[in-house]
C-alpha cells in the first residue's frame, strides 16, 4: 500500500481530534461528562441560530447556495469590506488548505511558529512544501524571528491570534512593525479563530490590511463564540484577486445549507456573543483564581481556554480527569508534555473541573 500513496503524505501524522461526550461515557460507563477539550461555546448556538435551522431543515433535499450570497452580503456589511473580499469554507480548517493549495508552489516555504495549531504543518505538507518552524517566545508568536525566518523561497507566513494552544497574542504595534519588513511578494494568514473574545485594545484589525491592498487573508469562524462547530462553517477576507484564485480550488457546495442560515442568524445576534463573552471573562477569573490557590502555573490567556503547566505527565492527569467525566487536552502533540488545555465553561463546569483536578494531583 505504500507504493500507492504519495511519500510526502506518509509523513505526516494525522490529526487527533477530541473525543465526543458520548464516546467517552460509553467507554467508561460514566454519565454527565463535561467536554472542556475543544474549546467550544457551553452556551451553545444562539436560539436563533437554532431557530432558522429548523425553519431550513426542509430544504435539505436541495444542493446549498454554492455562492452563500446572503451570508456573503451580511458578513460584508458586518466586517465594512465588499462581499468579493470574502470567501466561505467548511471551517477554517478547509480555507487554510485552500490557501496552500491556492499558493504554495512544491518546495516553496510557509513560516509557521511552534506551538501553533498543527493543521498548518499538515495542510503544507500534504502540498509537499516546506515549513521553517520559529519557536514561541514567552508562549508567544515572535514576530521578529518570523520576520528574519522569511526568505527567497517564503510564500505564506501563519500567524494564530491569539494563538492555540497557548492563547496568547500579538499586538498591534508588533503586526504592524512585522508588516513593514514583510515583502509584497509574501502571504500573511492571520488566524484569528477567538477574535470575538478579546477584550484588549491593543489587538491588530488585520481586515485594515486587506482594505489596503496587502497580500494578507484574515481567518475567521462560527466554530467558537458563535457556538456552529459541529456545522462548519468559517470565513477568509482578502483582496479580491487573491479570492478569485481560491475558488479556484474551493469545492463548489462546500458549506452546507443549514450552516449558511445558522450563521446569518447567530451573526445578528449580538446579545448570545455579549453573554457568552461575559461567561467567558467570568469563567476565566474563577480558574485563575483557584489554580492560584493550588499553586498551578499557567499561561495567561486572551482566548476561551487556558493552559496549564501541572510539572507532570499531562496525559495522565488527562487520564484521571476522564475518569471523573471531565474531557480536557493533553498537549504533548503540541511538544508540552507536561501540560494541559481546558476550555473555559459555565460556573458548574469550571467548579467540577477544579475539584477534580486538585483530586488528580
Known amino acids: 500500500m505504500k507504493q500507492l500513496v504519495r511519500e510526502n503524505i506518509l509523513e505526516i501524522e494525522p490529526y487527533p ?30 436560539p436563533k441560530a437554532l431557530e432558522a435551522m429548523r425553519q431550513a431543515i426542509s430544504d435539505t433535499n436541495l444542493y446549498p447556495d454554492g455562492s452563500a450570497y446572503y451570508l456573503k452580503r451580511a458578513l460584508a456589511e458586518h466586517l465594512n469590506v465588499g ?60 514576530l521578529v524571528a518570523m520576520g528574519k525566518a522569511v526568505n527567497d523561497k517564503t510564500k505564506l ?20 512593525t512585522f508588516m513593514n519588513k514583510i515583502s509584497d511578494e509574501v502571504i500573511v494568514v492571520f488566524d484569528e479563530a477567538y477574535y470575538e473574545y478579546i477584550i484588549r485594545d491593543d489587538f491588530p484589525q488585520t481586515i485594515n490590511y486587506v482594505r489596503q491592498g496587502r497580500n494578507v487573508i484574515t481567518l475567521r469562524t462560527f466554530s467558537k463564540i458563535y457556538g456552529l462547530a459541529g456545522l462548519r462553517i468559517g470565513y477568509g477576507v482578502a483582496r479580491e484577486d487573491l479570492i478569485r484564485d481560491m475558488n479556484r480550488v474551493r469545492q463548489p457546495f462546500n458549506t452546507n445549507c443549514l450552516a449558511q442560515v445558522a450563521a446569518l442568524a447567530a451573526l445578528k445576534d449580538k446579545e448570545h456573543i455579549e453573554r457568552s463573552s461575559s ?35 499531562g496525559k495522565a492527569i488527562s487520564q484521571k480527569l476522564m475518569q471523573e467525566g471531565i474531557i480536557v487536552r493533553p498537549m504533548g502533540m503540541y511538544g508540552l508534555p507536561d501540560f494541559i488545555r481546558v476550555t473555559i ?16 494531583i
Open 17 to 46: 481530534p477530541g473525543k465526543p461526550i458520548k464516546e467517552v461515557e460509553r467507554e467508561l460507563g460514566i454519565k454527565e461528562a463535561v467536554k472542556m477539550a475543544s474549546n467550544e461555546n457551553p452556551l451553545g448556538p444562539s
Open 279 to 313: 461567561i467567558n471573562r467570568e469563567g476565566k477569573d474563577f480558574i485563575y483564581e483557584e489554580l492560584d490557590k493550588l499553586k498551578i502555573s499557567y499561561v495567561p490567556s486572551e482566548a476561551n481556554f487556558i493552559l496549564i503547566d501541572l510539572k507532570q505527565d
Open 83 to 142: 462581499e468579493e473580499n470574502i470567501i466561505l469554507g467548511n471551517g477554517s480548517d478547509e480555507i487554510i488548505r485552500m490557501i496552500v493549495e491556492t499558493f504554495l508552489n512544491e518546495d516553496e516555504e510557509a513560516v509557521i511558529a511552534q506551538p501553533a495549531f498543527i493543521i498548518y504543518q499538515i495542510a503544507v505538507k500534504v502540498m509537499n512544501g516546506k515549513c521553517r518552524i520559529v519557536n514561541l517566545r514567552n508562549f508567544t508568536h515572535d
Open 345 to 360: 465553561g459555565t460556573i458548574q463546569q469550571n467548579e467540577k473541573f477544579i475539584k477534580a483536578l486538585e483530586e488528580a
Open 157 to 176: 507566513v501563519f500567524i494564530a491570534n491569539p494563538n492555540n494552544p497557548t492563547g496568547t497574542m500579538v499586538s498591534d504595534e508588533e503586526v504592524g
